[in-house]
């Protein structure tokens, strides 16, 4: 009986010393041989990458200094590239907004996710590191949105990407227009009505920002707090992203046309018919993210979509990202969803940016995550071969310096393959949600 | 061409008429040519005259004739197959005009025949043929106990009738939790299998009577039923889970009926179990969903089958939603890298879809005397990046 107890109080020594991740944070890790994209800047050879406490400290040739404590990695042969960034996920079995009503900025996805959930595990494997989940589209706000790293974690917290000093932002506001939030008891029941709903609730968001400018920090004077309004508030201030999910041309233009009379910024999500209104896209200066997929169709107002989109965008000058929609595309092939947008015409460079440092705007972390350059967090990839060949696999992914993924590996592996009880939760299809796409 | 009743060679003659004498004569030069019987030529020729395949072999063996249109490609191989789909009866809008693949007033519906319902300028089917398929297995649907018939096409053609090749090929039948909810019966697995047991047993009855001397009144569900059991169709019994599968291997004992095993989620769990029943597969999309009754899916399934003999063909399948149809080309890609290997899945892309479904004296491999379906690439059909550059079709450009 003793040596079982030992074992587990070294084991707990052990996560003390380490951390959850039980990977010492303290010895530099150096990574020799690959192929470095960092995205910032050319393709590297037989380059050199070094992180420690969770950061990147060097990249470069053949000749940059490893520290003489460093682990050395031998990845010759190997490409190195950032982590990815996925800007519109249903990974970890959340929710949002319900049937009461259309509209819920008051809603947090962060208290439904399940931070244990396999599709966590899942998109580690397709070499996800930060992902924006978001609620569904069949509301006009379906609720706040999460920004995550893909840490190994125990609660929810351990994963958030905190915006603020204050630590009460990480994330932002899902918005949809188009057919999916249209019909039922309080809800609207055309595209115009829609758009008044949601201009409705901004003007009442900017009554209660004049009214807490006014009170001037006096507590008395303050209106009562409402979740919502102080979320919209937020979004007023520029401190929360709308991420609006729309699909038809003239949605698109909608969802521009609001977030210029409330000044707010916002993220194109999906924009299935962009081919239609690049120029209008990049001429009001408000990215795109868009997702390709294995056939058009499926749902009406998607019928148009193009794989094409992320070329057309790229030529009109519009800052683009690819998303999974997870489980519309799997997390475990988001490079795939690159490699299919340069199938179409998008440019290699562009595609590469387009589900890193593109996406990483987006969430506004690219200060600390979707290149590989000095000082930024240590996410990062390990691919066996060209990011967008279909025989290349995501062999480790490293988030903050921890290595979250191994693929040889069999209790990773299995993650990035499926297999007899592997997966446990169900996919979000949208299907039976009423469609979320 | 066992399978090949009278009543099916009409429409594969008016195929061979509509097709014939009304296009240039062709010549095809690939870099390298995967003809899928022998090894892949380099720098190879293929010479197509009057729809079908004239010849094939090395450039410096085959001098192609002057008033032969010349194209070129990077690869060439024989025209893909996709060996079960719905394309055609599901539609790419998905409002309920255009979705045709399951009926749901009753759960045994094998009357309902795949060329009724056949849009052949369906979207998705161009969708497809853009991407080098060109004949699909398709017809009814998952989703019920007997969903109906299912038929093979070419993906040309303006109407069923320009683009069938096999009328009546299988019936689609599913196991498992599968079902369409909007059919009430059966409410259990074991309630569907009694269900399905004493539909055959029925049909057993009507064979006899069909095969008798006395007059008998013609029921068209026990038509298809009884074509069945004399091996005129073969089932198609979409199933996943492991102890559904061994259901439908029963059933197939019971009644020994041809049957192909459709998805198989879990057949790495009983690969012995299916070998021996000498049963074949339309291995589950690689890239499929893990949820429901195929959670346990595996990318690495299509290469375990094929590793363990059995014969095997990759489907596109059935999707709900978005994206409306899966693509055989993408699913083989990604089947290619998790343990099947290149040479393997091309070959499930073609000549082994071909056989599994019993076409392949006309399709599946680049050969003297088959029908001239081709695809032309810029570079390893299975990569993302490599684009598709011309189709032929019967002899004709279609891309």
Redesign the interface.
């Known amino acids: 009986m003793l040596k079982p107890i030992r074992s587990l109080v070294l084991a707990l020594v052990g996560v003390l010393l380490f951390g959850v991740n039980g990977f010492s944070q303290s010895t530099p890790q150096a990574f020799t041989g690959a192929q470095i994209i960092p995205i910032s800047g050319e393709p590297i050879n037989n380059g050199v990458l070094v992180v420690e406490d969770g950061k990147i400290t060097a990249v470069g040739g053949e000749n940059t200094r490893i520290p003489r404590n460093a682990d050395v990695h031998d990845v010759s042969g190997k490409i190195i590239m950032p982590g990815l960034v996925d800007t519109h996920s249903h990974i970890g079995e959340g929710d949002g907004g319900d049937r009461s009503s259309a509209l819920h900025p008051d809603v947090r996805i962060m208290d439904a996710i399940d931070p244990r959930s396999d599709t966590f595990y899942k998109a580690r494997a397709g070499g996800i590191t930060s992902v924006n989940i978001m609620p569904g589209s069949g509301h006009l706000m379906s609720g706040q949105t999460v920004y995550l790293k893909l840490r190994e974690a125990n609660t929810i917290e351990d994963m958030l990407i905190y915006l603020d000093e204050e630590k009460t932002i990480y994330g932002g506001l899902k918005m949809a227009n188009g057919t999916n939030p249209l019909g039922g008891s309080g809800f609207p029941g055309t595209r115009a009505k829609s758009a008044a709903m949601v201009r409705e609730l901004f003007v009442k968001a900017e009554e209660y920002q004049a009214k807490i400018e006014a009170a001037d920090g006096d507590e008395s004077k303050m209106p009562p707090r409402d979740i919502g309004l102080e979320t919209l508030v937020e979004v007023l201030e520029g401190k929360r992203t709308v991420h609006n999910h729309t699909h038809r041309h003239d949605d698109i233009l909608t969802a521009i046309r609001l977030s210029e009379e409330f000044g707010y910024d916002l993220v194109l999500q999906h924009v299935s018919e962009a081919w239609k209104v690049a120029d209008e896209i990049a001429e009001a200066g408000v990215p795109a993210s868009i997702i390709t997929l294995d056939s058009f169709g499926g749902k009406l107002e998607a019928a148009e979509i193009k794989n094409a989109n992320g070329k057309y965008l790229e030529e009109a000058g519009v800052l683009v990202g690819l998303h999974t929609d997870d489980g519309i595309t799997d997390s475990r092939l988001f490079l795939r969803s690159a490699a299919l947008a340069v199938r179409e015409g998008m440019s290699r460079k562009a595609a590469l940016e387009s589900v890193t440092i593109a996406n990483a705007k987006m969430m506004d972390i690219e200060d600390r995550t979707g290149t590989l350059e000095k000082g930024k967090d240590a996410d990062f990839i390990i691919l066996s071969g060209d990011p967008f060949s279909v025989y290349t696999h995501v062999e480790q992914t490293w988030i903050e310096g921890s290595k979250v993924f191994d693929r040889s590996n069999e209790d990773h592996k299995k993650y990035a393959t499926g297999g007899y009880e592997v997966f446990r939760g169900e996919v979000h299809t949208h299907h039976e949600m009423g469609g979320s796409q | 061409m066992r399978s090949f009743s009278k009543l099916l060679l009409i429409p594969v003659l008016l195929v061979a008429f509509v097709f014939s004498n009304a296009e240039a004569q062709i010549a095809v030069k690939g870099e390298m040519v995967y003809t899928m019987a022998g090894d892949p030529i380099t720098d190879g020729v293929v010479l197509i005259k009057d729809g079908k395949i004239e010849r094939v072999g090395s450039a410096s063996d085959v001098s192609i004739p002057s008033n032969y249109e010349v194209h070129e490609a990077k690869v060439v191989t024989p025209g893909l197959i996709d060996a079960h789909s719905v394309v055609g009866l599901a ?5 309920e005009h255009d979705q045709d693949q399951l009926e749901t007033s009753s759960a045994i519906q094998p009357e309902l025949r795949a060329i009724d319902a056949y849009n052949a300028r369906e ?2 089917v161009g ?1 497809l043929r853009d991407h080098g398929i060109t004949t699909v297995h398709t017809g009814h649907g998952p989703g019920a106990l007997i969903s109906g018939q299912t038929m093979i096409v070419k993906t040309a053609g303006e109407t069923v009738e320009e683009s069938v090749v096999v009328p009546a090929k299988m019936l689609a039948m599913t196991l498992g939790n599968n079902m369409s909810r909007e059919i009430s019966k059966p409410g259990t697995r074991s309630k569907g299998i009694a269900m399905l047991r004493q539909t055959f047993i029925k049909a057993q009855d009507y064979l006899e009577k069909r095969n008798g001397e006395e007059e008998y009144s013609k029921d068209l569900g026990m038509e298809a039923l009884a074509d069945l059991l004399e091996g005129k169709l073969t089932a198609l019994v979409t199933v996943h889970k492991a102890n559904d599968i061994m259901t439908a291997l029963r059933l197939q004992e019971e009644f020994g009926f041809p049957m192909v095993l459709d998805g198989v989620a ?1 057949a ?2 009983i690969l012995d179990e299916i070998k021996a029943a000498g049963v074949s597969v339309t291995v589950h999309p690689t ?1 499929m ?4 009754d195929g ?6 399934t299509a290469g375990k089958i094929y590793e363990a003999g059995i014969p095997v063909a990759f489907q596109s399948g059935y ?9 055989v080309l ?1 699913e083989a ?2 089947a ?3 343990g099947l290997g290149k040479e393997n899945a091309l070959k499930m892309l073609t000549i082994d879809a071909a056989k599994l479904l019993g076409i392949e004296d006309h399709v599946g491999s680049l050969v003297e005397g088959k029908d001239a379906d081709i695809a032309m690439f810029d570079g390893d059909p ?6 598709i550059t011309g189709v032929i079709i019967n002899g004709e450009k279609v891309k």
């Not at chain 2, 539609?91 to 409002?95: A, I, K, R, T």
């Not at chain 2, 959670?295 to 690495?300: G, I, P, Y």
């Not at chain 2, 999707?319 to 693509?327: C, L, M, S």
Request: charged share 20%; net charge neutral; proline share 2%.
């Open positions: 539609g790419h809008l998905n409002q979207a998705l969708h879990e790495y769990l890239m969903r893990t949820y429901g959670k346990n899916a595996s990318m690495e999707e709900g939603y978005v994206p409306k149809t899966r693509v993408f890609g990604v290619a890298a998790n299975l990569e993302y990046v490599t684009n």
